[in-house]
């Protein structure tokens, strides 16, 4: 039995972050009769338009009534957006399973926004939180299967058979008696009469033919050929291209402009101005982009033009201090344990402010009219954005379409809908469609940030350095309050922040455990979710911790950790075994050299990663290789799973070594991929995966390599050189002393 | 009026002399398959060739393109090294989020035409101007080799 199982916290955690399904329900939403511009014939990967007249079953599953002998077409519609992380395909992959049919002959339409599509475990319709696989996993299936058995049901009618005489294949329902068979489109008009049947069983892992099997994502074709249409690439006639300036310092206003000017350049037609912002308006970007510069707008600051990054980080050490912290969590008496513990180890680790920086720069779409609106757009929160639009717009939700766009990378940053409230603002003005695209330095200093995070662990150890007490004080702002304020506990703890540290999202057992946290909101920037979310905060902080104890113990840090597992989870040592064979660990390694290990149990999946680094040149981090053995249960599509790891491995690794936002004036100094450095390729070490087979339940896969990478590497530059780096990013820590405080 | 030429077509444009090429591809020409990452060449998301080199059309005048050859990604695929890359990025499954990829296939082809079996220290000097955010440098690594084979 979990301790924890049935706690508040624990429970509320788990529905914020963990599982969670989509709720579908028969109802359909409403759509409106528009027809998507497809630039030819229909494609998989290509998406589409909800076909009028479908058979309809569920909110996921149409097919169009077809002429004898021929196909029809049948349309998925995906419920997550793709940002790269192949939901699409995995989407299809489920519902083909049960409906058999081949994945590669699939329409894709994204779904609208609506209810149907809400992901329970995020409380709104909403692709994040690693959530998709595991919400996705029973109602995808169950709806191909209900489907399934409505297009039997009415080809046995039109047979005059037995329902159990029959079987699908491939788009078909087949007669195993008399050998006909008719198209999925040849009976939907009759399967649409009858009633969606419920519970249908679904198929045994033993009949998959299709789930657990590696498949070529069905976005490929479209993305290689420069034909997939992300948010930033839409047109339509008449649409405008504007770019944007927000006062670079929060709470800031609009003081003065020069708008004569910024008209005088060619191409440009419209200045457009709300309370904080402006927007030049132009045929083309370009010339909107040098009217905005020509513009040149002076700003009122505001209070908070004094923001620097020392007074965020002083803050946050202050908070160490705070006599009445909330206890958030605990299990046992560990603040007696520590009294009264023969030894105590103390840390404090730091975490800076980080950014999104999608590749595809914040952009959207949008036409605002007397009688309703579309939006076209990239965006993880579809309902959210839609209604922001419908708000500002002073229009009835449901003549406000949105259609959700292809992301060209979401990592958190297209979880907030800020950027479509401010189009919205700006749109309203005009009678054209306007596609307001900002610029990378905008997409940089205007970005709702990771937190900062100060955190200081303490350790009671008895007289032969074994651990009988852990007390954790977190410092930093609750994301979840603004996010989703349902999400907070009721003494007011925002439950991510215990992800990766405290059971049950720990592979750990603690004696003695407590968690106090002290909420310090952060001046002068909004903060937002990141990618790996609590996992990246959190695995920094415990992974390293657990590192120091087996160094302080004289202990191999990966035996260390074995010890500790609890017995609930079998699995993490599974991984941790897997990893240690895989990586060589413990064979000999040139001087210089180093390697470091990081468990974790985040998003219902196991891993465990060791970072091999090279410090030969004391002041450079050359991360020389990754190994990462998982076990995230049943698996959809494994090479998809590999994709993931070693996508989120990188994403983390060049963010732990090198980035930083940093405030001065209250202004953000990055401001392109000059001054906020990502790892390119000769500086990205091979990430080799190694997974578990696993009939578990399917846990999620997208951000667990970028949470595991910091602490892995911090824990092997200690093994390469004895220096304890607490602070983040490393190579800053590395050229000071700050980083070892 | 300025005329260009652009995967064999003939395009006439009227704009200023110093409007980079990318936003005459992208707003002008409705060829949005070249991507805006930076705007001032850090990252490769735009690259597009001209006379068959990699250039990054953000910052490349119109101006100087004319009379010029320019293919994108839109075009390279009826180039035999482009169609072979594409298709090798299919086969191993690169693209994730997709938008740095058109950028990566144009910088790959180039190198492939002038450096058929390039090393890895090879492929590290051309592609190291392209970001991928979504961290695939380790399958482009592997499909720039796969395409290497398929053409010999
Ligand atoms: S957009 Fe041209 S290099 Fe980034
Ligand atoms: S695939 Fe997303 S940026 Fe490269």
Redesign the interface.
């Given at each position: 039995m979990n301790a924890f199982a049935g706690k508040p916290n624990a429970a509320r955690r788990a529905v914020l972050i963990g599982g969670g399904a989509l709720v579908f329900s028969a109802a359909l939403p409403l759509r409106r009769g528009r027809a998507r511009d497809l630039g030819g014939v229909p494609e998989t990967g290509v998406l589409v338009e909800n076909p009028a007249n479908a058979f309809s079953p569920n909110a996921f599953v149409r097919v169009t009534p077809s002429a004898a002998g021929e196909a029809g077409e049948i349309v998925m519609v995906m419920p997550n957006v793709?940002?790269?992380?192949?939901i699409y395909t995995q989407s299809v992959v489920l519902i083909a399973e049960e409906l058999d049919v081949d994945p590669v002959n699939i329409l894709l339409e994204a779904a609208p926004p609506s209810d149907v599509y809400m992901t329970a475990a995020l409380g709104t319709e909403a692709t994040g939180g690693s959530t998709s696989t595991m919400s996705q996993w029973d109602p995808l299936r169950q709806a191909g299967a209900a489907a399934r058995e409505m297009l039997k049901q009415a080809a046995a009618t039109r047979w005059g058979c037995s329902v159990d005489l029959l079987k699908t294949e491939n788009g078909k329902v087949l007669n195993t008696k008399t050998g006909q068979s008719l198209f999925y489109g040849e009976v939907a008009s009759e399967a649409a009469l009858l009633t969606p049947p419920k519970d249908v069983p679904l198929r045994p892992s033993s009949e998959w033919k299709l789930i657990g099997h590696a498949r070529?994502?069905l976005?490929?074709?479209i993305?290689?050929?420069?034909?997939?249409?992300?948010g930033?690439?839409v047109?339509k006639p008449g649409m405008k291209?504007g770019t944007v300036s927000a006062c670079p310092v929060m709470g800031g206003r609009v003081k003065s402009m020069d708008r004569a000017a910024a008209l005088a350049v060619?191409?440009v037609c419209d200045v457009l101005k709300i309370d904080n912002a402006v927007c030049v308006v132009a045929?083309?970007?370009?010339?909107a982009?040098k009217g905005l510069k020509a513009l040149f707008v002076q700003w009122d600051e505001g209070e908070n033009a004094h923001v620097d990054t020392a007074l965020i980080y002083q803050q946050l050490h202050d908070g160490l201090n705070d006599p009445k912290p909330l206890v958030a969590e605990k299990h046992g008496d560990a603040p007696k344990a520590l009294a009264g513990a023969a030894k105590t180890y103390e840390a404090i680790y730091q975490q800076p402010l980080l950014a999104h920086?999608?590749?595809?720069?914040i952009n959207c779409a949008l036409h605002i009219r007397k009688d309703g609106a579309d939006v076209w757009v990239s965006t993880q929160v579809p309902l959210r954005a839609r209604d922001a639009v419908a708000e500002i717009a002073g229009l009835p939700k449901e003549s406000v379409t949105l259609s959700s766009q292809?992301?060209?990378?979401?990592?958190g940053r297209r979880l907030e809908h800020e950027y479509v409230a401010q189009a919205a603002m700006f749109a309203k003005q005009v009678p054209y469609p306007l596609k307001i695209?900002w610029?990378?330095e905008e997409d940089i200093q205007l970005d709702r940030y990771r937190p900062a995070y100060v955190d200081r662990v303490r350790a009671g150890l008895d007289e032969k350095g074994d651990m009988t007490s852990i007390v954790f004080d977190l410092v930093g702002p609750a994301v979840c309050a603004r996010w989703a304020p349902a999400g907070m506990t009721k003494e007011g703890f925002d439950p991510d922040l215990a992800v990766a540290i405290a059971p049950p999202e720990t592979p750990y057992y603690y004696k003695n455990f407590q968690e106090n946290y002290i909420r310090r909101e952060t001046p002068g920037v909004v903060t937002a979710w990141w990618r790996g979310v609590g996992g990246t905060r959190g695995l920094f902080v415990i992974e390293s911790f657990m590192d120091e104890l087996a160094l302080l113990k004289n202990v191999d840090p990966l035996e260390w950790r074995r010890r500790l597992i609890s017995h609930e989870h079998p699995r993490a040592r599974g991984v941790l075994d897997l990893v240690a064979e895989k990586s060589g660990w413990g064979k000999p390694l040139p001087p210089g050299h180093g390697r470091g290990v990081c468990l974790q149990f985040v998003f219902g999946s196991y891993m465990a990663t060791v970072a091999t680094v090279n410090l030969e040149d004391p002041l450079n981090i050359k991360v020389v290789s990754v190994d990462s053995a998982v076990d995230c249960g049943e698996i959809v599509n494994p090479?998809?799973v590999i994709?993931q790891i070693?996508?989120?491995?990188?994403?983390g690794l060049g963010t732990a070594l090198f980035d930083e936002i940093t405030l001065k004036n209250g202004r953000v100094q990055e401001s392109?991929?000059?001054t906020w450095r990502?790892?390119?390729?000769?500086e990205?070490p091979?990430?080799r995966v190694h997974l578990v087979q696993s009939h578990e339940k399917p846990g999620g896969i997208g951000e667990c390599g970028t949470a595991a990478i910091a602490p892995a590497i911090a824990n092997a530059i200690a093994a390469a050189t004895g220096r304890r780096l607490r602070t983040l990013p490393l190579m800053k820590a590395l050229h000071s002393s700050e980083g070892e405080n | 009026m300025i005329d260009l030429r652009i995967n064999d077509q003939i395009h006439s444009v009227d704009v200023t002399p110093d409007t980079p090429l990318l936003w005459v591809l992208r707003d002008i020409l409705g060829m949005v398959g070249t991507k805006f990452g930076c705007g001032i060449a850090e990252c490769g998301a735009c690259t597009v060739h001209l006379d068959g080199k990699a250039v990054r059309a953000c910052v490349l005048p119109i101006g100087a393109v004319s009379g010029r050859s320019v293919t994108t990604i839109e075009g390279v695929g009826a180039d035999p090294v482009g169609k072979a890359v594409q298709e090798a990025w299919i086969e191993r499954d690169v693209v994730q989020c997709g938008y740095c990829q058109p950028g990566q296939i144009m910088a790959a082809t180039a190198l492939l035409k002038e450096t058929p079996h390039p090393t890895d220290m090879q492929i590290d000097e051309a592609l190291s101007g392209n970001i991928c955010r979504c961290g695939t440098y380790g399958r482009i690594r592997d499909a720039v080799h796969a395409a290497a084979e398929r053409q010999s």
């Open positions: 793709e940002m790269g992380q192949g070529h994502r976005d490929s074709r993305k290689v050929e420069g034909r997939c249409e992300f930033i690439d047109i291209v060619p191409g045929d083309n970007y370009y010339a982009h920086s999608p590749m595809e720069p292809y992301i060209g990378g979401g990592f695209v610029s990378r090479d998809q994709a070693e996508g989120g491995v990188i994403f392109n991929f000059s990502i790892i390119r390729m000769n990205a091979p990430v | -």
